[in-house]
């Protein structure tokens, strides 16, 4: 059974870096991470789950909230089985459990609705703090 896992969050300064992989195991019936469209979201405390970034199965059309754009960057490497948000400028408002989710049933991104992706990793704790 598929599984995604998060990792690289912590607690970083303002203006500082992190990359957060999301890592796919568990594939069946020849299925490869290529089939799958990538999310990015995050949920604060107290707030509701927000999209942040999502990649096509092809890689192409990457979307970001407006919130992140130019600051964050995702990227897949289907070799790998392994996505990536890479974080830069990172400020307290980007505090958040980060999750990736997982959807083979969508291709392009549009929007972000959590109702979309089927499978959801555990979360890695991003805290921007100084």
């Known amino acids: 059974q598929l599984q995604l896992v998060e990792s690289g969050g912590g607690l970083v300064q303002p203006g500082g870096s992190l990359r957060l992989s999301c890592a796919a195991s568990?594939?069946?019936?020849?299925?490869?991470?290529?089939?799958?469209?990538i999310g990015w979201f995050r949920q604060a405390p107290g707030k509701e789950r927000e999209g942040v970034s999502c990649v096509s199965k092809s890689g192409s059309n990457p979307d970001y909230a407006d919130s992140v754009k130019g600051r964050f960057t995702i990227s897949r490497d289907d070799a790998k089985n392994t996505v990536y948000l890479q974080m830069n400028n990172l400020q307290p408002e980007d505090t958040a459990i980060y999750y990736c989710a997982a959807t083979r049933r969508y291709y392009y991104c549009s929007g972000y609705d959590p109702y979309e992706y089927d499978l959801w990793g555990q979360g890695t704790q991003v805290t921007v703090s100084s």
């Open positions: 568990g594939f069946t019936f020849g299925f490869t991470l290529n089939h799958y469209r």
